[in-house]
């Protein structure tokens, strides 16, 4: 990695070839690893007799629920070590993205099994082979097919022994190609979780699993980490548990040859537990929980004794697929943005996903040996090395989260998010412009007669009313100047028009008669309701808003169902005058107060603090949050419909409305309008030149 830190790029010359060769070497660990583990369940459980499987099934459940339960409480712990940051985020889709529905069914039970060994459906693989092992058992004359299936799973074995010969050259190439393509902006934020990450794996798997097992077996401490060693270092380099599944199978069948020889098929327990273990949600996949926990905390959600009974209960069996299927469901336990699903995805990709892979190896080399133990009978307990443990363990631990709390407190951490969305520009060319704080009419200005077009060629500009307030569609940046969705693509069509812009900044009762009057030709977009439909024409819609919630960061768990929200007397619900739908409220809320607000501003004064929580449009609740990290943004379920957002105009100029319908597809099939949503609603400023 120092290499590519230092010469590698991802232009340069070499970069194509050790790209190619870090794809081969993973792909050719791949090829072994899927068959092995399909073949290893298959002969070693098929070998057993009922019996003895019954007796290995029943310690290795208990082992792995005790095991489980220790991972568990360090990873519970760690948020004790998360520092008190405030913080918000730009709108994504992502936030009223509809998870993908978890089918525990259809993830385990292979309708199909050549289905599941071609689209790699792990849990289905195992669930096959484990049944076809447990059908060979009670056939007597089965030595034979044993012996050809054993002989398959050794050529597939000695297949990735061979492939292991060039795992210096595969590490490598891999090592260059992660430093290469690194990005230090998508460490921004994510130094907590990492930090902490880091810290659990080396706690528990240089530490805990072996010093427990050195403690109450026959294994020595050094001899433990000997027999992954090599698993680790390749599950790091790679990012895959899966590729050295064959690996640690033969290295721990080693380690137990050594001490249970006498046993009957103790050397087979690895075949058949550690690909096991792959389908299981232990070992580097429980990190996905400290994510989850660290999303909530990232997000200023408040987590309760209850969340935590929750996320164990309910997300651990989300854990049977993989981690990234599992997450988006896992985020949803504490109603977590999905944008946070991006910064699992580039965690993973950076670092916790090889962290992960050696926490899974050091799980599935440590469980093999435990179940041969029971099944010798030969835990004893050392007390020299439990005296010593007990004493250590606890120590570093508590060392550790300390120096962790520290750590974190020490960091020179500023909220940017205002920063971020006041500090933007126009993303694309502007006219020149003209602002004024309120309308001023005069006679020269009141030509209601003249179509917009022959109006605004006459005058030399085009005169646009904006509204108060309005986040992200228009408001003023750190420099004073109008900026905004709204505004820039106010600006466009004064480009196209080859004419200047002149902006006046409105109230939104005014717009209806200054429109009618002709003093203004168009004004920022509005919500498509009956309410706003009646008092304007409308143009065609050029963006959407769904319907979401602003709530105090503590309070977001009282606002994620609909049904909740609207059975509750108790509850005052503010509406910004643009999102007030009379009808509509009066028939929705008939248990709760909803209450008409000229200005989101309101909600978040003093004086406004018996209102409870302020419904409004998703893109624009993330903007105020931006600017009120206190708050947060709850799209509650089931997901409402979303609201179009559509440039009020004169109710009879048809010729405008149908010029504004043209020009709008235009710029929407241009990809104009996207890209000025994604900069100024989604805050990508990557498309900034």
């Keep these: 990695m120092a290499i590519g830190l230092i010469i590698g790029s991802i232009n340069a010359p070499l970069y194509p070839i050790v790209n190619n060769l870090a794809d081969a070497f993973v792909m050719l660990l791949q090829m072994t690893a899927l068959p092995y583990i399909s073949l290893s369940l298959i002969v070693g459980i098929g070998g057993l007799s009922a019996g003895k499987a019954k007796t290995a099934l029943k310690s290795t459940l208990i082992l792995i629920i005790l095991l489980m339960a220790l991972m568990l409480c360090f990873i519970l712990m760690a948020p004790l070590s998360f520092p008190n940051w405030q913080t918000a985020e730009f709108y994504s889709a992502a936030t009223v993205k509809v998870s993908q529905e978890f089918n525990l069914v259809e993830l385990f039970i292979p309708s199909n099994p050549f289905n599941a060994f071609a689209n790699a459906v792990i849990p289905s693989v195992v669930f096959f082979s484990v049944f076809v092992g447990v059908g060979l058992m009670p056939i007597k004359n089965k030595r034979q097919t044993l012996a050809v299936l054993g002989n398959l799973k050794q050529?597939?074995?000695?297949?990735?022994?061979?492939?292991?010969?060039?795992?210096?050259?595969?590490?490598?190439?891999?090592?260059?190609?992660?430093?290469?393509?690194?990005?230090?902006?998508?460490?921004?934020?994510?130094?907590?979780?990492?930090?902490?990450?880091?810290?659990?794996?080396?706690?528990?798997?240089?530490?805990?699993?072996?010093?427990?097992?050195?403690?109450?077996?026959?294994?020595?401490?050094?001899?433990?980490l000997k027999a992954s060693r090599e698993a680790m270092i390749?599950?790091?380099?790679?990012?895959?548990?899966?590729?050295?599944?064959?690996?640690?199978?033969?290295?721990?069948?080693?380690?137990?040859?050594?001490?249970?020889?006498?046993?009957?098929?103790?050397?087979?327990?690895?075949?058949?537990?550690?690909?096991?273990?792959?389908?299981?949600?232990?070992?580097?996949?429980?990190?996905?929980?400290?994510?989850?926990?660290?999303?909530?905390?990232?997000?200023?959600?408040?987590?309760?004794?209850?969340?935590?009974?929750?996320?164990?209960?309910?997300?651990?069996?989300?854990?049977?697929?993989?981690?990234?299927?599992?997450?988006?469901?896992?985020?949803?336990?504490?109603?977590?943005?999905?944008?946070?699903?991006?910064?699992?995805?580039?965690?993973?990709?950076?670092?916790?996903?090889?962290?992960?892979?050696?926490?899974?190896?050091?799980?599935?080399?440590?469980?093999?040996?435990?179940?041969?133990?029971?099944?010798?009978?030969?835990?004893?307990?050392?007390?020299?090395?439990?005296?010593?443990?007990?004493?250590?363990?606890?120590?570093?631990?508590?060392?550790?989260?300390?120096?962790?709390?520290?750590?974190?407190?020490?960091?020179?951490?500023?909220?940017?998010g205002y920063a971020k969305f006041i500090e933007r520009d126009f993303l694309m060319d502007e006219v020149n412009s003209r602002y004024l704080d309120e309308a001023v009419q005069s006679s020269e200005t009141m030509q209601p007669f003249v179509g917009v077009l022959t109006r605004i060629k006459q005058r030399g500009f085009i005169r646009v009313g904006y509204f108060r307030d309005d986040l992200p569609y228009s408001f003023h940046n750190n420099d004073g100047k109008l900026v905004g969705f709204d505004i820039?693509?106010?600006?466009?069509?004064?480009?196209?028009?080859?004419?200047?812009?002149?902006?006046?900044?409105?109230?939104?009762h005014q717009a209806k008669a200054l429109l009618a009057s002709g003093y203004l030709d168009i004004t920022t977009g509005v919500p498509v309701?009956?309410?706003?439909?009646?008092?304007?024409?409308l143009t065609m819609p050029y963006s959407t808003q769904s319907i979401a919630i602003i709530v105090k960061d503590k309070r977001r768990a009282e606002f994620t169902q609909w049904d909740n929200i609207l059975s509750r007397d108790d509850l005052i619900l503010g509406i910004p005058e643009s999102f007030y739908y009379k009808k509509a409220i009066a028939k929705t809320f008939t248990h709760g107060k909803a209450w008409e607000i000229s200005t989101p501003r309101l909600f978040f004064k003093p004086e406004f603090s018996h209102i409870d929580a302020m419904v409004f449009g998703a893109a624009a609740s993330s903007a105020w949050t931006l600017l009120n990290p206190s708050y947060t943004v709850v799209v509650p379920k089931p997901e409402l419909a979303p609201l179009y957002m559509a440039f009020p105009i004169n109710k009879n100029d048809h010729a405008f409305e149908l010029f504004m319908r043209n020009w709008l597809t235009m710029k929407q099939q241009s990809k104009t309008i996207d890209k000025l949503f994604n900069y100024w609603i989604k805050g990508d400023t990557s498309l900034k030149k």
């Design 155 to 224: 050529s597939v074995s000695n297949i990735s022994s061979q492939v292991m010969r060039f795992a210096p050259i595969g590490i490598f190439c891999i090592g260059w190609r992660a430093s290469s393509t690194l990005d230090a902006s998508q460490l921004d934020g994510l130094m907590i979780y990492v930090a902490s990450a880091l810290v659990l794996v080396v706690l528990l798997s240089f530490v805990v699993f072996p010093a427990l097992l050195a403690t109450i077996t026959p294994f020595g401490y050094r001899a433990i």
């Design 488 to 508: 820039e693509i106010m600006n466009q069509l004064a480009i196209d028009l080859n004419v200047d812009i002149e902006f006046v900044k409105i109230f939104r």
């Design 234 to 416: 390749t599950a790091f380099a790679t990012g895959s548990f899966f590729v050295v599944i064959p690996i640690i199978v033969e290295k721990t069948k080693e380690l137990i040859a050594t001490q249970y020889a006498h046993i009957d098929n103790a050397d087979k327990v690895p075949e058949v537990i550690v690909p096991i273990s792959y389908s299981l949600p232990v070992g580097g996949k429980l990190l996905s929980l400290l994510f989850v926990l660290f999303a909530a905390w990232f997000s200023g959600a408040y987590i309760s004794f209850e969340d935590y009974v929750k996320l164990v209960v309910i997300g651990i069996p989300q854990l049977f697929g993989t981690s990234t299927l599992a997450m988006q469901n896992l985020l949803e336990l504490f109603n977590v943005s999905h944008t946070m699903f991006d910064f699992f995805i580039v965690s993973e990709n950076l670092v916790v996903g090889r962290l992960s892979a050696l926490l899974s190896v050091t799980f599935a080399s440590c469980l093999p040996l435990l179940v041969a133990t029971s099944m010798a009978k030969a835990f004893r307990v050392k007390k020299k090395a439990l005296i010593r443990n007990l004493a250590l363990i606890p120590l570093l631990s508590v060392v550790a989260f300390i120096s962790l709390k520290y750590g974190f407190s020490a960091i020179s951490y500023q909220y940017q």
């Design 529 to 537: 309701i009956p309410d706003n439909m009646a008092q304007f024409t």
